[in-house]
T-cell receptor, first 111, second 114 residues
Framework: DAKTTQPPSMDCAEGRAANLPCNHS???????VYWYRQIHSQGPQYIIH???NNETNEMASLIITEDRKSSTLILPHATLRDTAVYYC????????????FGTGTSLTVIP | EAGVAQSPRYKIIEKRQSVAFWCNPI?????LYWYQQILGQGPKLLIQ????????DSQLPKDRFSAERLKGVDSTLKIQPAKLEDSAVYLC????????????FGPGTRLLVL
């Protein structure tokens, strides 16, 4: 399974875009990039996922580099409720489609 | 649509005691997962069910942990006897199938073993 590397913590001003990076340099062609977040005392919440193309939904945008070795999750207008731990996960059909969570990035949105 | 339900939300026990956690997945979801999340770490998969059959339990400490999913809906996770290092949040998740479908997580049960 491809490993991911994320910064342990980041700050973002309320109302500004939050850009969370993730490195997955050993990703294989059939492996997806997923993002989840976990607000304090809650279960992880699905945000977005992608394979090659950039993706956007009502919560966020996912930008995957052309070589697929890194990606960035973008929260366009961060609010205080976006304060959470964000997990970047590479999901592989070769390992039963399981999620292997790392330690994630702790994002703090500052008023 | 109702989410994944778990109970209890909190449990405090002494070491060597037994404890059980319950999970009710989203209606219609065939696949159910139990994760263990130790403080400061990401969740780690313990066991995966497809309907009422076990797909993967390679990370489950089978000398003390057991899980079942009778009738392919609700599931229980049991620890007997508990150790101090079992203190963690136990998360249940479900998905429509076992492929690339999104997993939806419950709120978790926070266990403290004294």
């Amino acid at each position: 399974d491809a490993k991911t590397t994320q910064p342990p913590s980041m700050d973002c001003a309320e109302g500004r875009a939050a850009n969370l990076p993730c490195n997955h340099s050993t990703i294989s062609g059939n492996e997806y990039v997923y993002w989840y977040r976990q607000i304090h005392s809650q279960g992880p919440q699905y945000i977005i996922h992608g394979l090659k193309n950039n993706e956007t939904n009502e919560m966020a945008s996912l930008i995957i580099t052309e070589d697929r070795k890194s990606s960035t999750l973008i929260l366009p207008h961060a609010t205080l409720r976006d304060t959470a731990v964000y997990y970047c996960i590479v999901r592989s059909p070769n390992t039963g489609n399981q999620f292997y969570f790392g330690t994630g990035t702790s994002l703090t949105v500052i008023p | 649509e109702a989410g994944v339900a778990q109970s209890p939300r909190y449990k405090i026990i002494e070491k060597r005691q037994s404890v059980a956690f319950w999970c009710n997945p989203i209606s219609g979801h065939a696949t159910l997962y139990w994760y263990q999340q130790i403080l400061g770490q990401g969740p780690k998969l313990l066991i995966q069910f497809q309907n009422n059959g076990v797909v993967d339990d390679s990370q489950l400490p089978k000398d003390r942990f057991s899980a079942e999913r009778l009738k392919g809906v609700d599931s229980t996770l049991k620890i007997q006897p508990a150790k101090l290092e079992d203190s963690a949040v136990y998360l249940c998740a479900s998905s429509l199938g076992g492929g690339m479908e999104t997993q939806y997580f419950g709120p978790g049960t926070r266990l403290l073993v004294l």
